[in-house]
């Protein structure tokens, strides 16, 4: 029998730890999903099969010895390799953060001119909208979007380009669309094709802020980053380098307990924060140069 090209891993916990073991898998998952089941709460995700499922079992072990938490039992079962995309899109509901609607292409558009439609189907990239950090920087931009002017917008580490389409249908700005991953560069490229907003895109994959097209593109009205925590921290000096004087960034991919530790580290680079959007675990910052302060 041959190897499957995907794998289901799924355990039960309380929400902390749930959301701990979230955090502990998610850099090698292709996607990772928390319900409520009872009073528990379950952790669903997808792992391509080139993944050492033995480490996976590893670091939710250690995590949750490291906080405390009882080890749950994981069950890792193959996924059937027919028509696993179909399934998941059928299941995924639209999202509605402020005037956006991110919808599949199984739902229609929503036909009012105070809504901006962004039809994305769920894949291997990250950012369907369904996500409490992409739904925060939904929000955020939402709000931007009546405060501000944008030019020029970088989304840093775009996934399936949600953001980046977000920011070329509310401002027409030029957008630099980067991920580290080329699949999300590429999957980037024809959703901003699929939104007809192709034209205002530039899709690259690269190494962050060293990219070459990023730094032509600078400096930046508007940088999103929805990544992770550590890798916000280490780029903190980089985005405040590429940030306009009247700049502001939105970022995401944290939790509440990480908030002041990204917080700080972008405050040592001359950023401050504007807004905390609180979404369940999970964090969205606004931040900007200290002389906007209260703007």
Not at 193 to 200: I, S
Request: aromatic share 4%.
């Amino acid at each position: 029998m041959s190897a499957p090209d995907l794998w289901r891993l799924v355990l039960v916990a309380s929400r902390p730890a749930a959301t701990v073991f979230e955090a502990a898998i998610e850099d090698s998952a292709l996607s990772v999903a928390l319900s409520e089941d009872g009073d528990q709460w379950r952790l669903e995700a997808l792992v391509a099969s080139d993944v050492d499922l033995g480490d996976l079992r590893a670091r939710i072990l250690i995590a949750a010895a490291m906080g405390a938490h009882e080890s749950p039992e994981v069950t890792i079962e193959p996924v059937p390799k027919t028509n696993w995309v179909a399934a998941v899109q059928a299941d995924m509901p639209a999202i509605r953060a402020g005037r956006f609607h991110v919808h599949g292409s199984h739902l229609p558009a929503m036909i009012d001119a105070d809504v901006i439609n962004i039809e994305i189907d769920a894949g291997l990239a990250f950012g369907t909208g369904d996500h409490e950090s992409t739904r925060g920087c939904l929000l955020a931009l939402d709000r931007l979007a009546g405060r501000m002017a944008v030019g020029r917008a970088l989304d840093m580490g775009c996934g399936t380009g949600l953001l980046a389409i977000a920011m070329a249908k509310s401002w027409g700005a030029a957008v630099i669309a980067t991920d580290i991953d080329p699949l999300a560069a590429a999957t980037a490229r024809d959703n901003a094709r699929l939104n007809r907003v192709a034209d205002y895109i530039e899709t690259r994959d690269g190494d962050g802020y060293g990219n070459h097209a990023v730094k032509r593109g600078a400096p930046y009205d508007l940088i999103t980053a929805n990544i992770l925590a550590a890798p916000l921290i280490d780029m903190a000096p980089d985005l405040a380098r590429h940030l306009a004087p009247r700049g502001v960034a939105v970022l995401a991919g944290l939790l509440a307990r990480q908030e002041s530790a990204v917080i700080e580290a972008h405050r040592a680079a001359g950023l401050h924060l504007r807004r905390s959007i609180k979404l369940g675990d999970w964090r969205c910052l606004v931040l900007s140069r200290i002389d906007l302060e209260g703007g």
